[in-house]
């Protein structure tokens, strides 16, 4: 255990600073904060999901929403005020994918049994939008289930440009042709889903699927060119793809994989199906991907996410990996890659280094990650670029927020709060870098304390940190700590040193077992142990109690001569304790030392120390060794009354006679006494042969005293034993007290 002392309350890794409440602040991998970007709130919808966001030169953010029947697919147009206009609303359940044209023409992927649409160019509310169908799902020979993505070719300029669309039950990829042309299927897998695209600049689209979790690649500038399989991810869905300036592509990949028995060797569904129930009151049963499952229903996916990094020139490797997130949207922002996840609602900045480890130390910080902003709500769900920054749109609950290219100006976090366990008194703190003053610090520090849980319930207020770590707060048993950052201001760790009020040992349990010691070295045989045991109920009665750990049965030696103590004892500050036992006579006033400055939690000592009686031990539990003696306290508790019995009965004389008749007889009485403890028990045996039970007068073996009258059968002789005189007989008789104390006396008749 730790002696008592200073002790430092410390907040520096990432799971640590997590714990607490971060606003405009971003928490490094390494457990290091900051100013992270700007956080506004833009739209609520007053729904649950927004499943996708899109942007037009003009700033202006297209929210898809949807996910009930009584509120399905349905697109908002919110400008850079926050104003938001509805200008589609469909019959399918949601906007699953949204891309924004060069001419400014908002294209609409619904789902389920769904179609994309196209509105506009237009303005105004849901009436001034041309909306026109550009792509029927039904009308396809697949007939897939579901639309997930979008992307459009040469900036979707008008009819100039052609859309390619991820569909999924079956897994399929169909291009639209420029202009008014029939879709076709530009490729299929055995997957189960696409779920995402990504247009590169030179006309290469990419593809991540559901099911094997694989990233394609594939040329539209080649007629007729077919998928390539450039990447199988150890996660059986891809749920992201984003690409930076040098061509490296990005994936998310959430999700197990099963074993493989699909056709092609790819793995099976193995996800749990989602019932949609249609507007016409007809509920169908899909198999969607883990993620959209696990959106829908804000449950989490098992092991997280995943984030690899595919290099121009298509060699992989895994980016990071977030244990408990579900990647949902990828972007890369201002030489940023951002991921935006669930079910925390999370946005995280992933470092990518230099691309493929050149060696050159470029790629030493490739993959820590840092949380730049978290949601209020469930799932960040897709971003879109608008000047000055990007928007995030969020599920459970369903809004858009706005996060700035620039640092909040002023950010603060605030700690967990820190329970000492006890009341304490409140010391320095120590800050790296330290606050406002010291060298290249942006941040100010405050402390506060209190004895309750809440802070809301009566704390002090928040005090100023000087540049030294000194602060003044009230002693109490809860404290927490507040950083304000500046930009360019960091926070690596914080300590709080504490010192706890000192308090009395507490001795939960004593127990005594006479008849029992301890040995060094005790032998293994179990019929020559006793087990020193505290009753199953020890400790129950106090507040806090921690069961010792060595709480087993203590397994002593049986010694009739010895008697053991045993003990359980706690401290609440965790200091280090000696004992003392003291014992008194069962009625006597004054306690005498037996033993002092013991380490152990038992004593055996020998039973002579004590002349016969009926005692009562005191163990009394110092925390001394934590202390200098004037402040050392102590505490105490009493055991139940034990009896040290070391004599054996003193009998009386045994009176015997002979009783004629066939076959003889041997009639005796004598009585027994102890000073100390009831007689147990008695025998007794004639002419060396067999001890046999003797009950006393009354038959009840209960009294310090105990009288016997007896009739014993005299065994026949044989060949075998020597007689000199067949009329002479002896009868022996032992006692024995409650402690096995044996006495024993013999009588000889004629």
């Not at 990949?253 to 493989?260: I, L, M, S, T």
């Not at 922002?333 to 669930?342: E, K, M, R, V």
């Not at 941040?443 to 540049?467: H, I, M, Q, T």
Request: with cysteine.
């Amino acid at each position: 255990m730790l002696a008592q002392g200073t002790k430092l309350w410390t907040v520096s890794r990432y799971d640590e600073m997590e714990r607490g409440t971060a606003v405009g602040v971003a928490i490094r991998g390494d457990g290091q904060i900051e100013a992270g970007p700007a956080a506004s709130l833009l739209y609520a919808t007053g729904g649950n999901y927004v499943w996708s966001v899109a942007s037009d030169a003009a700033g202006n953010t297209y929210v898809g929403m949807g996910g009930t029947a009584a509120g399905g697919a349905v697109v908002m147009r919110v400008a850079p005020d926050g104003k938001a206009t509805k200008i589609f609303e469909g019959k399918e359940l949601g906007v699953q994918a949204m891309r924004v044209g060069s001419d400014g023409s908002v294209y609409v992927a619904t789902s389920p049994d769904g179609k994309v649409y196209r509105l506009g160019p237009g303005g105004g509310d849901i009436g001034q939008y041309p909306v026109s169908v550009v792509f029927d799902a039904a009308l396809t020979d697949e007939k897939p289930k579901y639309l997930w993505d979008i992307a459009l070719k040469n900036g979707g300029a008008g009819a100039a440009g052609e859309i390619y669309i991820a569909a999924g039950a079956p897994a399929a990829v169909y291009r639209r042709p420029a202009g008014a042309g029939k879709p076709e299927v530009a490729f299929r897998t055995v997957d189960q889903h696409i779920r995402c695209l990504l247009m590169g600049p030179d006309g290469t689209l990419w593809a991540g699927s559901d099911g094997s979790g694989v990233v394609y690649k594939f040329d539209t500038k080649v007629a007729g060119a077919k998928p390539f399989a450039v990447y199988s991810a150890p996660k059986r869905e891809i749920t992201a793809l984003a690409m930076d300036a040098a061509g490296n592509v990005f994936a998310a990949g959430v999700g197990a994989r099963q074993a493989a028995n699909a056709p092609g060797g790819m793995t099976s569904p193995g996800l749990p199906p989602l019932p949609v129930t249609g507007s016409m009151g007809v509920t169908i049963t899909f198999a969607q991907p883990g993620s959209a499952n696990a959106a829908s229903t804000n449950t989490l996916i098992p092991e997280g996410s995943e984030i690899y990094r595919i290099a121009a020139d298509g060699s992989p490797e895994k980016l990071a990996a977030l244990k408990d997130d579900v990647v949902y949207a990828l972007e890369f922002h201002n030489g940023s890659l951002l991921a935006a996840t669930g079910n925390r609602g999370r946005v995280y900045r992933v470092e990518t280094g230099g691309a493929g480890g050149s060696g050159d130390g470029s790629n030493d910080e490739a993959g820590r990650f840092t949380d730049v902003a978290a949601l209020e709500a469930a799932q960040g769900m897709a971003f879109a670029a608008v000047p000055g920054g990007l928007v995030v749109g969020t599920s459970n609950s369903g809004k858009v927020f706005r996060l700035e290219n620039k640092p909040a100006a002023i950010a603060t976090y605030t700690s967990e709060v820190f329970d000492a366990q006890g009341f304490s008194q409140w010391g320095r703190v120590e800050a790296r870098p330290e606050p406002a003053g010291g060298t290249g610090a942006g941040f100010d520090l405050y402390v506060r304390s209190g004895n309750v849980e809440s802070p809301l319930l009566g704390w002090s207020e928040w005090a100023p940190v000087s540049k030294q770590g000194e602060v003044t707060v009230p002693g109490g048993r809860f404290a927490q700590w507040k950083a304000v950052l500046r930009a360019g201001g960091t926070v690596e760790s914080v300590g709080l040193n504490y010192l706890e009020k000192n308090l009395a040992p507490v001795v939960d349990d004593v127990v005594v077992q006479p008849g029992a010691r301890v040995a060094a070295n005790p032998p293994q045989a179990q019929n020559a142990m006793v087990q020193v045991a505290f009753p199953a109920a020890a400790g129950a009665n106090v507040q806090g109690f921690v069961p010792d750990a060595n709480a087993q049965p203590l397994m002593a030696q049986k010694d009739k001569t010895a008697v053991t103590v045993r003990w359980s004892a706690h401290d609440d500050n965790g200091d280090d304790l000696i004992f003392a036992v003291w014992y008194r006579g069962v009625g006597e006033r004054n306690w005498r030392l037996l033993k002092d400055k013991i380490a152990d939690k038992y004593l055996s000592f020998d039973s002579a120390l004590l002349p016969d009686g009926s005692y009562e031990v005191k163990l009394v539990a110092s925390d001394s060794p934590a202390h200098p003696a004037a402040e050392a306290l102590e505490g105490e508790r009493l055991s139940g009354e034990f009896v040290v019995d070391t004599t054996p009965p003193v009998p009386g004389p045994l009176v015997a006679t002979l009783v004629a008749g066939s076959p003889v007889k041997i009639h005796a009485t004598f009585a027994a006494k102890d000073a100390t403890s009831p007689i147990a028990h008695a025998e007794y045996s004639v002419d060396a042969g067999p001890w046999q039970y003797l009950e006393p007068i009354g038959r009840v073996s209960d009294s310090l005293e105990e009288r016997y009258d007896f009739t014993a059968v005299i065994p026949a002789a044989t060949a075998t034993t020597p007689v000199t005189d067949a009329r002479e007989h002896v009868l022996a008789v032992r006692v024995y007290d409650r402690y096995e104390n044996a006495a024993a006396v013999k009588a000889v008749v004629r």
